[in-house]
């Protein structure tokens, strides 16, 4: 605009946009990665140079079903425009070969019975044809004992009509009942969180559903979607694993009449065993959230989908409770449903953190530490906020300390001193000087 305005030679405004194209952006968007499925529960797949098309036509009532509403009332209104059409043109035909399309004057004596009354031209047939299969019936044409062929045609003309209203009804009804309807009210927190619960790392996330109808036999489905390369160099571009659910039963059964926090304990089997804080960002992972159940109100099974990406897993965060107990009920607050606040964790992996405390091989951890942030002081110990720990473990506020083990130990070694004979003491002194 300067340049315009003739403030600035325009030479040197062609040489400032020049140079500037070569500069990195920094309002460039980040190249967005592919997810497996969307935060709405679609899959995030193209299906492409499919040659088995037949395939396809071998199901036409799923087919119809799959397809768009525009594209399911487009064929709808084509097959009702093609049969009128098409009976229209029998109907036409039917009249033009007995001869009631021919003009009689009136020397030519009474009109003979014409196969469908008051059908003069193409357009009185197509107007018989849309009355005959929608059974509407006005009144002024009808079929009549002349033709027997003409019973025939309105024979197949109402069942051929039938079948294409069957076929619209039972489209329409499974298109306005499929089960991910009833998905639109299951929703799921925008972002999953990993914080400590009983002392372990925990991947979570919340589900909520919004209607009074519950979902029977609800269950819930973590799987991780992966870039894995296996032993022989096979690279595996979506490796799905399985993750456990938490679940007092041992099963992934929830009863979700009230919002949950789902949760998975980061073990040594877990896919997210080696996440930490900071390689959390760079992970090339998706974790799959697939809620299956049974409807109350029509028994349809339905399905509920959604992911998570490592931009949507915060480290070192919690949910806030939003079921509050009220006037001898509970009352769940959704305006809090995805809310988190922050919350004391280590850094470091869930393998890093058995490390540390000296797992190893998998099994039971020597000690169970209390707190975060556990650095290592100085040979064979921990501290913490200035504090040196014995790698043994924490102690409890109600076990005595090192020192009080070694008075201890020092006085019943006395103890059991005063007890032991004189002649005993000497004769072990005599075996020490040997």
Known sequence: MLAR??????????????????????????????????KSGSCNVAHKNIREQGRFLQDVFTTMVDLKWQHSLLIFTSAFLCSWMLFAMAWWLLAFA?????????????????????????????????????????GGRMVTEECPLAIIILIIQNILGLIINAVMLGCIFMKTAQANRRAETLIFSRNAVIASRNGRPTFMFRVGDLRKSMIISATVQLQVIRKTVT??????????????????????????????????????????????????????????????????????????????????????????????????????????????????????????????????????????????????????????????????GARPWYAPTEKEDTEETAAKVEEEKEKVPPEEIGRETELEGD
């Open 231 to 392: 032993a022989e160099g096979e690279v595996i571009l979506v490796c799905q694993l399985d993750i456990q659910v938490e679940n007092p039963l041992r099963s992934n059964g929830i009863f979700l009449v009230s919002p949950l926090i789902i949760s998975h304990t980061i073990e040594r089997d877990s896919p997210l065993y080696d996440v930490s804080a900071q390689s959390l960002p760079g992970e090339n992972l998706e974790i799959i959230v697939i809620l299956e159940g049974v409807v109350e109100t029509t028994g349809i099974t339905m399905q509920a989908r959604t992911s998570y990406t490592p931009e949507e897993i915060l480290w070192g965060r919690r949910f806030v409770s939003i079921i509050s107990e009220e006037d001898g009920r509970y009352s769940v607050d959704y305006s809090k449903f995805g809310n988190t606040v922050p919350v004391r964790m280590s850094a470091l992996s869930a393998k890093e953190l058995d490390q540390t405390r000296g797992v190893q091989g998998g099994g039971a951890p020597d000690s169970h530490f209390q707190g975060w942030g556990l650095v290592r002081a100085g040979r064979g110990g921990y501290r913490r906020g200035g504090r040196a720990r014995d790698a043994a």
């Open 5 to 38: 305005k003739g403030l600035l030679p325009d030479g040197f405004f062609l040489t400032h946009l020049a140079e500037g194209a070569n500069l990195p952006s920094r309002f460039r968007t980040k190249a967005q990665r592919a997810r497996f499925i969307t």
């Open 98 to 138: 007995h001869g009631d399309l021919e003009s009689r004057g009136p020397e030519s004596g009474p009109d003979p019975v014409p196969c469908v009354t008051a059908i003069q031209s193409f357009t009185s047939a197509f107007l018989f044809s849309i009355e005959v299969q929608v059974t509407i019936g006005f």
